[in-house]
């Protein structure tokens, strides 16, 4: 199984965060982690979220990147989640 | 003036003018606001088929189709059209009304979220808040679904919105938006694994059509010498009768074309998905193949085969590109051979009507610019198989989503687009009976289009994949207790006749064509006919079944 954490930039818009989500599940990938927080002016959500699946995470950023609410999608670097985890286990 | 009257201008903007569609309680202002229109509304018999006409209409023009219905069943009528636009990258722009904003979520009176409903199915959709959204929402929605890799858009629009007076304004309209030229990279890459290549294949879909790069791939075909073989939805894209077309690939695929991929040192993908029906057995296609794969949608490239040189962009770009002359002469004529070798025979043993004989026939005398809109099953292969085709806009096919029901409604979208063309819907006894109602949208309208309908009295398919993969065991397949189509069409104002003798054929084929309005041939074929050659499920594409004796 894959792990890995994304970041999305997501227009503030009528089921966008619905939208990402169903694309997640839809695409097989199980979600272990979701936050979600609407900018300061209300125009956008800054959206991480950790997946986990046996297909390629490419294949799931590549169909986030092209919806039409989603600006900025990326993954975060596996070592970043390495981080989290040890950061995790050493209660930081 | 209203957010009806708006929305209608906008569509007048948009150069829509054609919209099919079914009225009712919520959408009522969109309608009173049409009667002022020059757009032309067309009424189906129920709403999925106004999903599916727009479908056709757009598959045929290359426009976007249009259709609307109003809240409630319907517009989840609506539903599976959308779908079947949305697997097939179809521009469609479903309108919906919706119950009044301060009715929505209290389960009022035909109310449903459609726009929940729809959001897998969707290339985007919007939800009308406010008035003074529309005139963005409206433009937003045509640019989108006509945009890079096109798809349906839906728009739900309150009633109570749809009634506000407000000054809407907007300029001009809208276009698609350009696809982005591909990196010189992933060019640069593309041409050194062709220029390694000895077999190289090119595996060509409904994206060239939809890019509207008919032309760059004849000029790449005919440059680098590249046979070509098409998915359902490419047929067409190089014409069915060129040297280097070696047919369809996949479960039913020619063996030609099936045994060139399997062959292969490289696979040029061109505006295709890997789709399950085109490949067999995934980890068994083309195994010998390297993949350079051009798409608009950079998310289908290496998401079901990693492609070693992935080419993203507009393909008119990237045909172009890579257009140059390869040294592959040897396996150029093996090709050409094993096309040679392995035409269709249409020596059927028997008497009754040989359906792949019917359609050969057919294509050869229906003119070259004919547009053959199928339902989904047996008759749908057959005609991917022996139908000849020109350009991908003449075969309208549910590839993705496999709906029956479609043919009559998109040759309806089909004859409006182009109401001086040779219409014809090719479909069977299972797949008429889901949209049979829009027999009375042909009388209304007078619409010319010929109905093929292929009887076996039997859901021909799937009786076939239980003849041959369940044992025999046949379960709920018998539709022997059809009614009469040909005095059914009758009833409803089509001119009908039946043909039941491989005789008479030639002279069933000048009747359907001679025909000045609606008409339905009602053909009968033996119930045992089957799809050949054939890939059973889970089979690599190199194990095809010929025709067995059971």
């Known amino acids: ?92 | 003036m209203k957010g009806a009257q708006f929305l209608v201008k906008a569509l007048e903007q948009e150069g829509v003018e054609v919209i099919f569609g079914y009225p009712g309680g919520a959408i009522m202002p969109v309608y009173d606001a049409l009667i002022d229109s020059k757009i032309r509304h067309i009424l189906v018999r129920h709403e999925q088929a106004a999903a599916l006409a727009a479908d056709g209409y757009a598959r045929a023009s290359g426009k976007v189709g249009v259709c609307m219905a109003t809240s409630g069943p319907g517009a989840t009528n609506l539903v599976t059209g959308i779908a079947n636009a949305y697997m097939d990258s179809v521009p469609v722009v479903a309108i919906t009304g919706q119950v009044a904003t301060s009715l929505m979520g209290t389960d009022a009176f035909q109310e449903v979220d459609i726009f929940g409903i729809t959001l897998p199915v969707v290339k985007h959709s919007f939800l009308v808040r406010t008035a003074s959204e529309l005139p963005e929402i409206v433009h937003e929605a045509f640019r989108i679904a006509r945009s890079g890799r096109p798809g349906p858009v839906l728009i739900d629009l309150p009633k109570d919105i749809a009634n506000t007076i407000a000054d809407y304004e907007f300029d001009g309209t809208t276009k698609a938006d350009g696809s982005a030229a591909p990196g010189k990279e992933a060019i640069a890459r593309a041409l050194k694994l062709l220029r390694a290549s000895e077999r190289p294949v090119a595996y060509v879909g409904g994206g060239v059509g939809m890019a509207n790069a008919l032309n760059e791939l004849k000029t790449f075909i005919e440059t680098t010498g590249i046979p070509a073989v098409a998915t359902l939805k490419g047929l067409g894209a190089i014409p069915t009768k060129h040297d280097l077309a070696l047919g369809m690939m996949g479960m039913h695929g020619s063996k030609a074309a099936n045994h060139a991929v399997q062959e292969s040192d490289l696979l040029v993908c061109i505006g295709a998905r890997f789709d399950d029906r085109a490949t067999g057995r995934l980890n068994a296609f083309a195994p010998h193949a390297k993949v350079v794969h051009m798409d608009v949608d950079a998310a289908e490239i290496s998401k079901l085969r990693h492609a070693e040189a992935p080419v993203a962009g507009d393909l008119r770009d990237s045909l172009r590109a890579l257009a140059s002359p390869l040294e592959i002469e040897p396996w150029r004529r093996k090709c050409v051979a094993m096309k040679k070798a392995n035409a269709w025979d249409y020596n059927a043993p028997g008497t009754d009507v040989y359906a792949p004989d019917f359609l050969k026939r057919l294509s050869e005398r229906a003119g070259e610019n004919c547009i053959v809109a199928c339902d989904v099953g047996q008759h749908q292969m057959w005609v991917a198989q022996h139908f000849h085709f020109n350009n991908p806009a003449q075969h309208l096919t549910s590839g993705g989503l496999g709906t029956m029901g479609f043919g009559l409604p998109a040759a309806i979208g089909a004859q409006f687009a182009f109401p001086d063309a040779t219409v014809i819907n090719v479909s069977g006894d299972g797949s008429i009976m889901m949209n049979l109602q829009e027999f009375a949208t042909l009388r209304r309208y007078d619409l010319p289009i010929k109905v093929v309908l292929f009887d076996n009295s039997a859901l021909g398919m799937v009786r076939q994949w239980q003849e041959l993969f369940h044992d025999r065991r046949y379960s709920e397949v018998d539709l022997s207790d059809n009614p009469d189509f040909a005095l059914v069409a009758q009833s409803m104002g089509l001119t009908s006749f039946r043909v039941d003798r491989r005789e008479d054929v030639d002279s069933a084929i000048d009747q359907l064509l001679a025909a000045r309005g609606p008409v339905l041939a009602h053909v009968i074929i033996h119930q045992e006919a089957n799809v050949w050659p054939i890939v059973g499920p889970g089979k690599s594409n190199s194990e095809m079944m010929d025709e067995v004796t059971l």
């Open chain 1, 1 to 92: 199984m894959n792990t890995l954490r994304l970041q999305l930039r997501v227009k503030h818009t009528e089921g966008a965060l619905v939208r990402v989500l169903g694309v997640t599940r839809r695409r097989r990938f199980d979600l272990l982690h979701l936050r979600a927080d609407a900018t300061e002016d209300g125009n956008f959500l800054e959206v991480q979220m950790t997946v986990q699946a046996d297909r390629a995470g490419h294949t799931l950023l590549a169909q986030l990147a092209k919806l039409e609410d989603v600006s900025e999608a990326e993954i975060l670097e596996p070592a970043a989640l390495e981080r989290d985890a040890q950061a995790a286990s050493f209660g930081g």
